[in-house]
Nanobody, 124 residues
């Protein structure tokens, strides 16, 4: 069974950092482009960052550029999202997702496999 599991969310003060992890089971991530998405209450799902299968190319939403870094360790079958300088507007449920057909793409509709999400709350 193909499964993605996110972890690392939590409550952090503004300006703080968190590192999210996305671990795969039942398949290898080597051939998949991975995306991170988020959804705040009452809002649509937003693409945050994406990374190519090799890890050599990345892309970010303008709202997180310079603050978030996506990376992957294919040997560990895991993708990471390092989030620094967090703001209250970063509060959301964060999801990772996998796809093979569209390359770097921040559109949620092109992703085939999804995790269950992890809550990130930025508040003082």
């Amino acid at each position: 069974q193909l499964q993605l599991v996110e972890s690392g969310g939590g409550l952090v003060q503004p300006g703080g950092s968190l590192r999210l992890s996305c671990a795969a089971s039942g398949f290898t991530l080597d051939y998949y482009t991975i995306g991170w998405f988020r959804q705040a209450p009452g809002k649509g799902r937003e693409g945050v960052s994406t990374i190519s299968s090799s890890g050599g190319v990345t892309d970010y939403a303008d709202s997180v550029k310079g603050r978030f870094t996506i990376s992957r360790d294919n040997a560990k079958n895991t993708v990471y999202l390092q989030m620094n300088s967090l703001k209250p507007e970063d509060t959301a449920v964060y999801y990772c997702a996998a796809q093979t057909d569209y390359g770097l793409d921040l559109r949620f509709e092109v992703y085939d496999y999804w995790g269950q999400g992890t809550q990130v709350t930025v508040s003082s």
